[in-house]
């Protein structure tokens, strides 16, 4: 096997662990350098009672030293396939989530209710998925406690310390290093080098501005923008009267823009110990979102009762007045679809609609490609950024798709993309009239052909097990898109949609 010195990691969140474990075979040195102060006190010596305390009193991300990801107090779920490779990777540390965090595993087949675009899943699944239920506060610091534990005397971390540009060698094309500034020195930036580098900075990445500036690359960029909003908070839920709704996760996205633009969340993250007969005995963190620039109101959980009960399904509304709010109502207001197509550059970058609830295991199945590359043991180190993202390449197209088909039917998008040249193209679907008037999108035939295809395929899964299962592997990333779309299902799908069109049922 052959492994070589030293790897640089550039951001210490949930993708950049990942790719750390997964290289710790193939290099002796991984330095992670984090903006951050993540291994502070507070954050990496709290008790798990101390730490869901902080992410319940705190509503400002910096106040803990915590201000890289913005959407960390959000609702987030761990898809199954991504839950599988972090498993593979820390094998200790589902059972100390499960018994000292006090997280919840819970099975889609007995617990969940899925309502998509009015559909409700069919809950009798063919086989079952299992779910992580954990905030995304809580799982960043266990995993990084597990890092640490499992490859600490591999691992340096630079805390504190922002990369700003890339030290590269423009006739090669190659990166050798990183420049960083310490956030509390006032000195100059501080040069690192490696055998590889690596961006794991997420969404607000300045990979694209550290190529054009070192090696004069222009990374060809989508952004669509639809308008979407979440606010998230952490509730204890209590018995409402109806136990079909008690104790389930419940899931009601929006899945059907324009009729549809809002979607509601219940993910249970903690069991607790209540001495209140009417306490379920669970956390849970809950979350409203809305596309199409509508907002739901964050001012006072009255008022946000008031707007559910207006523009929610009905039982969404029945559990949120059973329960006791035990955190700040947090907005976000800045999700976009963001592709970066930088897979003949050097990178492999994506942001997704986070109602898809993907991108954690997206990059857990990135960090899981690249050690694949490794595994092969055949590549030069020079060729495994290429070869990496010709196949991370696939990955982003299935999230891509996945998390895109609704949103170009949002009435108020926006798509701006960026050439090869650098020259940004703006369109929109529509404009009020004071606003300055773009042309409109074309929507690719793929899109419009799934935004047929989901719809009917909905249709068909509140009445099939089989097809309800499929759709779940599918949205937990076990298998790829195209198995909702084998010729059984594909004639089925017409068959629905051809019953529908001759009225010769109500279905
Ligand atoms: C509202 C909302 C809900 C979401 N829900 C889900 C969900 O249910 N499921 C899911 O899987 N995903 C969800 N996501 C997405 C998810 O939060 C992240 O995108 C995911 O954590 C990606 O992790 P990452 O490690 O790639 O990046 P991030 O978590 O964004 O981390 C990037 C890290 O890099 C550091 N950094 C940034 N720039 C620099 C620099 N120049 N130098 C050094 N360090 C730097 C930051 O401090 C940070 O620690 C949601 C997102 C939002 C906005």
Redesign the pocket.
């Given at each position: 096997m052959s492994v070589h010195d030293h790897v640089i990691i550039?951001?210490?969140?949930?993708?950049?662990?990942?790719t750390a474990a997964c290289l710790s075979k193939y290099f002796k040195r991984i330095t992670i350098?984090?903006?951050?102060d993540?291994l502070n006190e507070t954050l990496h010596k709290s008790t798990p009672d101390q730490i869901f305390d902080y992410h319940c009193r705190l509503a400002n991300t910096t106040s803990i030293g915590?201000?890289?990801?913005?959407?960390?107090y959000?609702?987030?779920?761990?898809?199954s396939e991504?839950f599988n490779i972090l498993h593979d990777l820390f094998p200790s540390l589902k059972d100390k989530l499960l018994n000292e965090y006090n997280i919840r595993l819970y099975s889609l087949k007995n617990d969940g209710k899925f309502v998509i675009n009015g559909n409700l899943l069919k809950q009798n699944l063919i086989k079952d998925i299992e779910w992580l239920g954990i905030d995304?506060f809580t799982l960043?610091i266990a995993m990084r406690n597990e890092l640490c534990l499992q490859f600490g005397n591999q691992i340096e971390w630079i805390c504190n310390?922002?990369?700003?540009e890339l030290i590269a060698d423009q006739s090669a094309y190659v990166a050798h290093g990183a420049k960083?500034r310490l956030k509390d020195s006032s000195s100059s930036s501080l040069d690192i080098y490696g055998d590889f580098i690596i961006d794991?900075?997420?969404?607000?990445?300045?990979s694209t501005k550290w190529l054009k500036e070192s090696l004069n690359l222009i990374v060809p960029i989508v952004q669509m923008h639809f308008g979407?909003v979440?606010v998230?908070f952490v509730d204890e839920r209590f018995k409402t009267g109806d136990s079909s709704l008690d104790s389930k996760p419940v899931y009601f996205p929006n899945a059907n823009v324009p009729d549809n633009n809002t979607g509601c969340?219940i993910?249970q993250v903690r069991t607790i110990k209540s001495t209140d007969e009417n306490s379920l005995g669970i956390l849970s963190t809950i979350?409203v979102?809305c596309v199409n620039a509508e907002y739901s109101p964050n001012d006072s959980y009255e008022n946000l009762l008031d707007w559910v009960k207006e523009h929610l399904d009905r039982d969404f509304y029945v559990i949120l007045k059973s329960t006791k709010l035990c955190s700040p109502l947090v907005p976000?207001r800045?999700?976009i679809d963001d592709r970066k197509y930088v897979e003949s550059l050097g990178g492999a970058m994506c942001?997704?609609n986070?109602?898809?609830?993907?991108?954690?295991?997206?990059?857990c199945r990135h960090a899981r490609e690249l050690r694949k590359v490794f595994d092969e043991h055949q590549h030069p180190l020079k060729d495994i950024s290429y070869i990496f993202n010709q196949r991370a390449s696939k990955i982003n197209e299935e999230c891509w798709l996945a998390s895109t088909t609704n949103d170009w039917k949002t009435p108020t998008l926006k798509v701006i993309k960026t050439d090869t040249n650098g020259n940004i193209q703006i369109y929109q679907q529509t404009g009020d009239m004071n606003s300055i008037q773009y042309p409109r999108p074309k929507i690719p035939f793929i899109i419009k052909f799934l935004q047929w295809h989901n719809y009917w395929f909905l249709r068909c899964t509140s009445k099939s097990e089989k097809l309800s299962a499929e759709f779940l592997l599918v949205v937990n990333q076990n298998c790829g898109l195209f198995i909702l779309m084998k010729p059984i299902t594909f004639f089925q799908v017409c068959k629905t949609t051809l019953i529908h069109y001759l009225r010769l049922s109500r279905y």
């Open positions: 550039i951001g210490g969140s949930i993708g950049g662990m990942m350098i984090e903006s951050d993540v915590r201000s890289g990801v913005g959407q960390i959000q609702i987030h779920v761990l898809h991504g995304r960043e310390a922002r990369v700003v960083y794991c900075t997420g969404h607000k990445t300045s979407c979440y998230t969340y993910s979350a979102n976000h800045q999700a942001a997704f986070p109602q898809i609830g993907q991108v954690m295991t997206h990059a």
